[in-house]
């Protein structure tokens, strides 16, 4: 899979939507990780790939289940 496929896609706009609905900033959410905004951003983006243990710190992060994540469509 690569960051074109529509399911990765599908999680990067979660990823965000995720964020959103925490009421966090990239800023804020990159200070609680330690890390700088850009790595929000290119998480968010898909400049950078999210791994499955990133994904579960970003669920834990903005409270949501790690399913929430999850493409709703079969894989192909």
Request: net charge positive.
């Amino acid at each position: 899979m690569n960051i074109h496929d529509p399911r990765y896609q599908s999680f990067l706009k979660k990823l965000r939507a995720a964020r959103k609905a925490a009421g966090m900033t990239q800023v804020e959410a990159a200070r609680r990780l330690g890390k700088g905004q850009a790595f929000i951003w290119k998480s968010e983006v898909g400049e950078r790939r999210v791994d499955f243990v990133e994904a579960v710190t970003f669920a834990k992060l903005y409270g949501k289940p790690l399913a929430y994540f999850a493409p709703t469509t079969a894989a192909k």
